[in-house]
């Protein structure tokens, strides 16, 4: 096979790969109903003038199934943890014992759940909006290339096409297990 054309094929299953790494890393941030560090993953702390992420500057566990708590390194950035915590509209009611904060996570009601699996619903298409973006690029790559024939040019779009069909399944499998888990009470 021509040495450009598998360049653009590398390139675009590097870029679906990489749609699929964000999709999962999304997937993380939507809770399902237990308490788990990475839930305070998107909290930035203001850390002596620096937006910096919450797990840098604190220790995140989880004690139970129902609790969070957030042990910051140095006690003067409680203020500020709680402020990120707040700022991160994550819908969390920290409490600051002076040692440490501790977040009860609420039972997520129906209503929460069902805006829970549309949030990872539109999560899902924006991964596939990207799988998309990256076949278009990848079959004008190889409509443009002058050096290769029609009949590469064809086994590549086919190509292209086997790859983008095999990501969308993925996300639709992650999808259908991330809206299982949000549903489970």
Do not use: C
């Amino acid at each position: 096979m021509n040495e450009d054309i598998q360049f653009i094929l590398d390139s675009t299953k590097e870029a679906m790969d990489n749609a699929l790494a964000h999709l999962k890393k999304q997937f993380l941030n939507i809770r399902a109903g237990k308490a788990s560090p990475a839930m305070l993953g998107s909290v930035m702390v203001d850390y002596y003038g620096t937006q910096t992420p919450l797990s840098q500057v604190a220790n995140v566990n989880t004690p139970d199934g129902r609790t969070i708590t957030v042990q910051p390194w140095e006690k003067s950035m409680l203020q500020e943890i709680e402020r990120g915590i707040a700022y991160a509209n994550l819908g969390f009611n920290p409490m600051n014992n002076g040692e440490t904060i501790i977040i009860n996570v609420p039972p997520l009601t129906e209503e929460r759940r069902k805006d829970l699996a549309k949030q990872a619903k539109a999560e899902a298409e924006d991964a596939k909006v990207s799988i998309r973006s990256a076949r278009k690029d990848a079959m004008n790559d190889i409509k443009k290339n002058d050096d290769v024939s029609e009949d590469l040019k064809k086994n590549a779009e086919i190509d292209v096409q086997q790859i983008t069909d095999n990501h969308v399944k993925i996300v639709d499998d992650l999808y259908d297990n991330k809206e299982k888990e949000i549903m489970t009470v």
